[in-house]
């Protein structure tokens, strides 16, 4: 059974820094991994998808990277501003017959004016 | 393209009555994931279902809940006589034809609505 990870729960940094957020996955035969943004009450904005045989993608002031083998992503911010206060939701697609999706349970990011 | 359409944004029951809440997936879009989302809690799949068909209803609860997405028309959840534990963000996701032979950028991207939230009160 798939479990997917994300560390740290819970995020506060300063405008302007540069963070990264972490999600583990516990089986590597994925097929895809995806970041989402969820603003308080609100749906889900998909940010970066990266296919199981990519390494890495980039929006912007985003990157999110993939290690299948060792069953990690990290997502890049640079240059955090207010605005990218959110839950950051990490979702991992499994292989085979037909496609079921598991998400962490997010990490909660503030960045202080 | 009006992307995942989910109706009603909020509904309020009262214990004991029943819940239905819809999903029109994307133009062009076969599959269909339900999740719930509890208060403080992460995203749990509850099922998923491609054109009447339930593929997978493993996170699903055996009583009360059940799931449709027929030939026509939208996707449903309905819920019977709701409880208080009920009360969670409903999202519906949808996403193209899987197992595609060839992958591209933006492929099978799964895309969600806005989410239905039920309150049991």
């Known amino acids: 059974k798939q479990e997917v990870t994300q560390i740290p729960a819970a995020l506060s940094v300063p405008e302007g820094e540069n963070l990264v957020l972490n999600c583990s996955f516990t089986?590597?035969?994925?097929?895809?991994l995806q970041w989402f943004r969820q603003d308080p009450g609100k749906g889900l904005t998909s940010l970066l998808l990266i296919q199981s045989s990519q390494r890495e993608q980039t929006s912007g002031r985003l990157n999110a990277s993939l290690d299948k083998s060792s069953g990690r992503s990290t997502l890049y911010i640079a240059a955090s501003q207010p605005g990218d206060s959110a839950t950051y939701l990490c979702a991992v697609r499994v292989v085979g017959g037909y496609q079921k999706v598991t998400f962490g349970i997010g990490t909660k990011l503030q960045v202080i004016p | 393209n009006a992307g995942v359409m989910q109706n009603p944004r909020h509904l309020v029951r009262r214990r004991g009555q029943e819940a239905r809440l819809r999903c029109s997936p994307m133009?062009?879009?076969?599959?269909v994931y339900w999740y719930r989302q509890l208060p403080e809690e992460g995203l749990k799949f509850m099922v998923y279902l491609q054109k009447e068909n339930i593929i997978d209803e493993s996170g699903m609860p055996k009583e009360r809940f059940s799931a449709e997405f027929p030939k026509e028309g939208p996707s449903i959840l309905r819920i019977q006589q709701v409880v208080r534990g009920d009360s969670a963000a409903y999202f519906c996701?949808?996403?193209?034809?899987?197992?595609?032979?060839?992958?591209?950028?933006?492929?099978?991207?799964?895309?969600f609505g806005a989410g239905s939230r039920l309150t049991v009160l």
């Open positions: 089986d590597s035969a994925i097929y895809n």
């Open positions: 133009k062009g879009h076969s599959h």
């Open positions: 996701a949808s996403s193209p034809a899987g197992l595609a032979t060839q992958l591209s950028s933006g492929a099978n991207v799964l895309t």
